[in-house]
């Protein structure tokens, strides 16, 4: 019997697929049972280190339709690299497709919901899938969905010299022909198959070969699942066609949105109008075989789901020993196609040339397995042969019919007294701090929901999890719950001037920073101390919490950046600097990113507190950062925004930027970059292009953005951008700019 690390007894074999071998294992430490995969052995070179940061980065996702992953490393017998986690007992929805046929409508519905709800946290931690399929969906035996392979794609396609895209090309977006690596909205054009696939037992696009297959994906229209299955509401029809435009612009601009979209469907009426199951039509696309998975065949039955309202209520927290919610905290999506790339038919990149179609398709530089309705391909491209109009030469179509997009209002809701500092969103619902309370908003419409009491202090910046919202502001922290009613107070030494975070695994505890120089760890469910950690000097910044470590940074007489054991508050290891922090970090992939007072931004390795690049000349005093899609995003003074590669520290690029200007806070969606501007007099925000850095649209609020410290920046959510301002709250078109009507109330 093979033992990996000395630890991992390989049981049984599974199966062997394009993302390497699979066996259902023993950890012989705890005794439980678990699935080892062991990666190819042409992957054991340099990329090893992609390897170790995409899995740490997916190791990290912490939501039940997820799959844990326990353990990585390297087999220090032969060299391995290998995955250990959880065992999952039941099926891939690949094979439950192909062994029962297509579900009923509202069951495709539900299991479609349930993975929109774990993308959305996955792509709201940064993450994102890349080969979203039904076999890389698990189907337990209670009906439950959960995502596997979370950060394999991409290391497979940079490990395979012989290509440079890779995914199974049923499925795959029309942007990852053009050597786009895919974004969020990559996935959820994965999704829109899958639930094309699961609604009528087909994918949206079905063909004899790779290069017919491929060409479908950049210029046919798909049929609206209805049309192969009757019956479907308008609704669905809709939803599925705008996961699938050509364009990732034209696609829902989030998971967490499509989950909304999907949950609001009426479906007991489905249920009531279930017609006969779909019959595929016939093809002599490839038989379908599944991805290997450690599981034993246990047929589950997904339990029939009751239906949510369109307007769903602020989220309750479930009964003592019940799992959580599904649906978490809005996504945030990444970059859209490079500029630049030629487009097709429909709107989407160009249809590949006859030499490139070659390429896919007859060999060269391509790798073709089984997997899931289609190939697994690791495409290789060649830009030498275009034809006359400077596109493809060697495919024709028709045109695709545009997909209608979701309607967007700009709105405002005014605050007349007190003006706001920040705001959060979480379930549909806008907090707002200002004028003493916690204003609660429907975030689609700006309907108030509720107010909460008054505070003797000005409330800070909001968090909200769990049905809970969590703000402090004076020296306290205070937590209301669902309906804006005082739970608990905490009293701190002195003022609490930063976010508090709820994250990390850690659970039911509330982090927060005070002036009076200390961490504090306190109990979510009654406002008990947990644990304190006393700093050198006042903090500012809120606490980032990340794989069970809590890292803070000090300025003023601490220039000190300190990692804590979450649970016990237990120093695991300083970093200082010639000044202080006084941003958050942000903590991705093994690195925690921390930009210092002196201009300078740091990658420091998260297990042992060690310097991995340092860049400077981002800024003269404060920096505030985000991250996303493998991009460090940091918002200096003069109105510049830089982008770093966020494993080598290699500037991507910097913005004009405007000498008088001061950025807020960053955000990150739907491909642009968006901050305010604390200097202006207008109250301007600014929504630059992730790839390159160029303005996308810039608009006015027609007032000053609120004068807060600058962590309180635009949030983004249901194609929304949010930003405060001496007047209240303004609610803008993520994607266009546009805004309500901003004359006097």
């Known amino acids: 019997m093979r033992v990996i690390a000395d630890r991992y007894e390989l049981v049984a074999f599974v199966g062997r697929g394009g993302m390497g071998e699979v066996w259902e294992g023993r950890d012989r430490v705890i005794g439980r049972r678990v699935a080892v995969k062991l990666l190819p052995d042409h992957q054991h070179g340099p990329n090893a280190d992609l390897f170790f940061r995409e899995a740490r980065t997916a190791g990290g996702l912490n939501h039940r339709g997820v799959v844990t992953v326990h353990d990585l490393g390297r087999d220090p017998g032969d060299g391995t690299l290998y995955l250990v986690m959880e065992f999952v007992a039941g099926r891939d929805v690949a094979a439950v497709l192909r062994e029962d046929g297509p579900p009923p409508p509202a069951t495709g519905v539900e299991w479609a919901a349930q993975t929109t709800a774990a993308l959305a946290a996955a792509h709201d931690a940064g993450v994102v899938h890349r080969d979203l399929k039904p076999a890389n969906l698990m189907l337990t035996a209670g009906g439950e969905v959960k995502i596997l392979d979370f950060g394999i794609a991409r290391f497979m396609a940079a490990t395979d010299k012989s290509s440079q895209v890779m995914g199974t090309l049923a499925y795959m977006p029309p942007e990852r022909f053009a050597q786009h690596s895919g974004d969020a909205r990559s996935d959820l054009y994965a999704i829109g198959c899958i639930l094309h696939e699961l609604l009528t037992g087909q994918v949206p696009f079905d063909a004899d070969d790779p290069v017919s297959l491929m060409t ?14 009757s019956g479907l509401p308008v609704a669905l029809d809709d939803l599925v066609l705008r996961l699938l435009a050509k364009e990732p612009a034209d696609r829902p601009q989030s998971a967490a949105s499509v989950h909304d979209e999907l949950r609001a469907l009426d479906l007991a009426s489905l249920r009531a109008k279930d017609p006969d199951p779909a019959r595929p039509k016939a093809t002599s696309a490839p038989t379908p075989t599944p991805t290997p998975t450690a599981t034993p065949t246990v047929t589950p039955t997904a339990p029939d789901a009751p239906p949510a309202p369109a307007d769903r209520p602020p989220h309750v927290p479930p009964p003592p020993g019940q799992p959580p919610a599904a649906h978490q905290l809005p996504t945030r999506t990444a970059a859209p196609a490079a500029p630049g790339s030629t487009r097709g038919a429909g709107g989407g990149p160009a249809a590949p040339g006859r030499r490139r179609a070659l390429l896919y398709g007859l060999g060269g530089a391509v790798a073709v397995a089984a997997g899931g309705t289609g190939l697994a391909l690791a495409l290789a491209t060649d830009d030498g042969d275009k034809g006359p109009d400077g596109g493809g030469s060697g495919a024709t179509g028709p045109e695709a019919d545009a997909a209608p997009k979701r309607k967007v209002r700009p709105w405002r809701y005014d605050i ?17 701090s200002a004028d003493f309370k916690i204003t609660a908003l429907d975030a689609r419409t700006g309907q108030k929901r509720w107010e909460g009491p008054r505070f003797s202090f000005l409330p800070d910046q909001p968090v909200a999890a769990d049905g809970t919202v969590y703000v402090g502001g004076g020296e306290e922290l205070w ?7 005082k739970k608990w107070t905490f009293p701190t030494g002195d003022r609490i001037r930063s976010r508090p975070t709820v994250a990390g695994g850690i659970a039911g505890i509330v982090y927060c920073t005070s002036m009076d120089t200390n961490v504090y760890a306190v109990h979510a469910d009654g406002g008990r101390k947990a644990w304190n950690f006393p700093c050198g000097d006042a903090l500012y910044s809120s606490p980032t919490v990340a794989d069970g470590t809590v890292y803070v940074g000090c300025e003023g007489k601490d220039n000190t950046l300190y990692a804590l054991d979450a649970a016990s508050g237990d120093l695991k290891w300083t970093f200082p600097a010639d000044k202080g922090f006084p941003q958050a970090p942000v903590v991705s992939g093994g690195l925690v990113y921390a930009g210092a007072g002196d201009g300078r931004l740091y990658a420091i390795h998260a297990d042992e507190g060690t310097e991995k690049w340092s860049v400077e000349g981002t800024t003269t005093t404060n920096q505030t950062l985000y991250l996303a899609d493998d991009t460090v995003y940091a918002a200096g003074d003069n ?8 494993s080598s520290g290699d500037k991507k690029w910097t913005n004009e930027g405007m000498p008088t200007v001061n950025p807020t806070q960053l955000a990150v969606a739907g491909g642009l970059v968006y901050f305010g501007e604390t200097l202006s007099d207008v109250g301007s925000i600014r929504a630059l292009d992730t790839g390159d850095g160029s303005e996308r649209w810039t608009a006015s609020t027609l007032s000053s953005l609120s004068p807060g410290n600058r962590e309180n920046g635009p949030v983004t959510a249901y194609d929304f951008v949010y930003i405060t301002n001496e007047k209240g709250v303004v609610a803008l078109d993520a994607t266009t700019g546009a805004t309500p009507d901003l004359g006097p109330a």
């Open 216 to 229: 479908a994906h950049l210029t046919r229209a798909p049929e609206a699942p209805s049309e192969r299955r």
């Open 416 to 432: 007349t007294s007190e003006p706001p500092t920040a705001c959060a969103v979480a379930d549909g619902v806008l907090y707002v």
């Open 479 to 485: 937590a209301l719950d669902a309906d804006g009613k």
């Open 639 to 646: 109105g510049r925004v830089h982008a770093f590669d966020a």
